[in-house]
């Protein structure tokens, strides 16, 4: 998730993400087990920091398919 805050103070006050968690998701017996927040991409002055800013979201977001992947891999080898 993206929002205008920075991202620290999401994670210590809680925000958009708690609210989601806990009153949306929850309510559909959907339980998050990983959550990243990319924050404040408002702040980003000129073309090369919005995209540095998109290049980390994405090495982030490939590294954790990654481990998703390699961590199902690996529990499936287990059970054999």
Request: aromatic share 8%.
């Amino acid at each position: 998730m993206t929002s205008d805050d920075p991202a620290y103070f999401q994670r210590r006050y809680g925000g958009v993400v708690s609210h989601w968690k806990r009153d949306i998701l929850g309510h559909a017996g959907i339980k998050l087990t990983k959550t990243m927040i990319l924050g404040g991409d408002r702040w980003l002055n000129d073309e090369e920091e919005r995209t540095d800013f998109i290049d980390r979201c994405s090495q982030e977001i490939e590294a954790m398919a990654v481990r998703d992947i390699h961590h199902s891999l690996l529990k499936e080898l287990l059970k054999k």
